[in-house]
């Protein structure tokens, strides 16, 4: 083990901790735009976990979970260092926006660029100063406006240690997911680094079961990677090799007859769609069996809208 790492511009000796900033951009009022990044260093030798949040600046259950992390001193390792980043999208977050102010999606815009938009701007600073430190990545997410997301662990479970990091997390559910073009998983991917992602709740909200889920996980990843020694035990965890989102055949108003987390059986139904006027109710019916991984919670839809994403183990 290093004695030092370098990190932009600052040295941070073993047991140390310190918070740093990267300089991201300048808004057009002069306002400086910073990231802050915090790294923690054990008093031994140990692998580097990179912990990143709110990459979507409305996912407000993952930058929880860091703050927690930090706040209940759970993040300083004994071994080995972790660094997090509880706020990836700094403008986002602000907005209470998914996106950046020019609408792009941060994690569309990986590996970034030095000279690209803002979101390309901070995807460039991520892969390039931050995660060359980093062994492992867990990235923190969550569905979508009005959206959940059973507590998940998505991976490529064709990649060993990418299912090994997975299954050392122990969500309820570990859900097989290619890597997208552009996103920071594929990014961190082509550079030799596993990251998972964490996807739990939905956005603009606190859900505390994902949030709690979210702290033990974390723990346990860390104590699989040998930086700490305790951890809460881990769930029986389902693993879904393929999911798909139930779309709607009728415009009107969504019933569902589900929540996020059940276990359906195929022709079960899952909800109902009627008009608004009392005229017409359809029946939504399961093509499968499988689990309720997702769910919206917005009544009104159109046709071809998500409703429900079902996997299969
Ligand atoms: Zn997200």
Redesign the pocket.
């Known amino acids: 083990m290093s004695e030092y790492i370098r990190i932009n511009g600052f040295d941070i000796g073993i047991g140390e901790q310190r918070e740093l900033s990267f300089r991201i951009a300048r808004l057009p009022t002069h306002t400086n735009i910073d990231l802050p990044v915090y790294v923690n260093r054990g008093h031994e030798d140990g692998p580097t976990l990179l912990i990143t949040a709110g990459?979507?600046g409305d996912?407000l259950n993952?930058i929880e979970i860091a703050r927690r992390l930090m706040a209940d001193n759970l993040a300083v390792p004994q071994k080995g260092t972790t660094i997090v980043v509880p706020i990836v999208n700094i403008y986002g977050f602000l907005q209470n926006s998914?996106a950046l102010p020019d609408g792009k999606d941060l994690?569309r815009s990986f590996p970034g660029n030095k000279t690209g938009s803002l979101a390309r701007r901070v995807a460039y600073t991520l892969v390039n100063e931050i995660l060359p430190h980093a062994d492992y990545g867990l990235d923190?997410?969550?569905?979508?406006s009005s959206r959940t997301n059973y507590p998940q662990i998505r991976c490529v479970l064709s990649n060993p240690l990418n299912k090994e990091l997975a299954e050392a997390f122990a969500p309820p559910f570990i859900i097989n997911s290619g890597l997208i073009e552009s996103s920071y998983r594929k990014a961190a991917d082509r550079r030799g680094k596993s990251v998972i992602?964490y996807?739990a709740g939905e956005?603009m909200r606190f859900d505390e079961v994902a949030i709690e889920e979210g702290i033990a996980g974390a723990q346990r990843l860390m104590k699989h990677l040998g930086m700490i020694d305790k951890a809460p035990k881990p769930n029986p965890t389902i693993i879904l090799k393929k999911s798909r989102w139930l779309r709607a055949r009728y415009a009107g108003i969504f019933h569902s007859k589900v929540e996020s987390g059940d276990k359906i059986k195929k022709r079960q139904i899952l909800g109902t769609i009627t008009d608004p006027f009392g005229e017409s109710e359809y029946k939504i019916k399961a093509t499968t069996d499988g689990f309720v991984i997702g769910l919206t919670y917005m009544p009104v839809i159109n046709a071809g809208d998500a409703l429900i994403h079902i996997a299969e183990e």
Do not use: Y
């Open positions: 990459l979507h996912e993952g998914r994690n923190f997410h969550t569905g979508g992602v996807e956005s």
